[in-house]
């Protein structure tokens, strides 16, 4: 859950205060605000879209599929949230499904006028009618990919780098480690990883662990070799803000290697 909120009466006077980014339409724009700034930024954001017409919209749709196995209003909105926060320029996720969490994060490419943006959504059952929830005016930035993620990923078949990944997939604790540890390795500095369903299994928190980097006398965080800005977890939604480091001392392959085989 969402720790305290700051007060916004302290960000008053700046010149160009976060809240208030200029959307810029085709074009990713880089974070210009301290990184404890998502918290505001994501519970004004989610608490908008609950209150939405689109909100409602996609509500309705979900309960007439059948919303078993499906994201849920607050987890929706909080991905709604985190995305337009983010402002990414190539999303991609794992375990599309029908479209509940696919349609959210369209729905925030349209809010911020990221008109270039896409979203690569992944699912490998064949069963599923792909994107079925996501309204037809969301579609054009939707790229759906039938499959397996692990063969996607052993034939190159998804971006060398993007912005923002979503786990949504199977929540076994080896799955989710492997494509934590996989599409970590693909985000740019800054970008975002996303899971659902965090609170199946420890597989988010030991994740979370091995960005970290500490002080060995003090024992304290170590902030110049922790290789994330901010991470945080709201309902079953966790997320977390890489920091790529220019020596990659702590490098994705040796050390989840060790995690996993540990």
């Known amino acids: 859950m969402f720790p305290p909120l700051g007060s916004m009466e ?32 994501v519970a004004r954001l989610a608490a908008e879209i609950r209150t939405s017409d689109f909100m409602a919209e ?17 987890d929706c909105a909080t991905l709604y949230a985190l995305t337009r926060w983010q402002r990414p320029a190539v999303v991609v996720e794992s375990g599309g499904f029908i479209g509940m969490s696919s349609a959210f994060i369209l729905k925030a490419f349209v809010d911020e006028g990221l008109t270039r943006a896409k979203l690569y959504s992944i699912e490998w059952s064949e069963e599923c009618d792909q994107g079925a929830l996501i309204p037809d005016e969301l579609r054009s930035q939707f790229v759906p990919l039938r499959g397996k993620v692990e063969d996607f990923v052993q034939r190159d078949q998804l971006p060398a780098s993007i912005d923002m990944f979503l ?21 740019r500095d800054r970008g975002l990883l996303v899971s659902h369903d965090v609170h199946l299994n420890a597989a988010f ?3 979370m662990a091995k960005t970290y980097a500490h002080d060995k006398k003090t024992g304290r965080l170590d902030a110049q070799r922790t290789s994330h800005y901010e991470w945080g977890r709201w309902g079953y939604i966790g997320f977390v803000i890489k920091k790529k480091k220019q020596t990659d001392s702590l490098s994705n392959s040796s050390l989840f290697d060790r995690g996993l085989r540990g």
């Open 10 to 41: 302290k960000m008053r006077g700046l010149p160009r205060p976060w809240w208030r980014r200029a959307k810029k339409a085709n074009q990713h724009e880089p974070f210009s605000m301290p990184f404890y700034g998502v918290w505001e930024a």
């Open 167 to 187: 786990h949504d997939s199977s929540h076994s604790y080896r799955h989710m480690l492997w494509e934590f540890r996989e599409f970590w390795a693909r985000l």
């Open 58 to 74: 996609m509500t309705g749709r979900r309960d007439a599929y059948g919303s078993q196995g499906l994201m849920g209003s607050l």
């Open 205 to 207: 928190p030991e994740f």
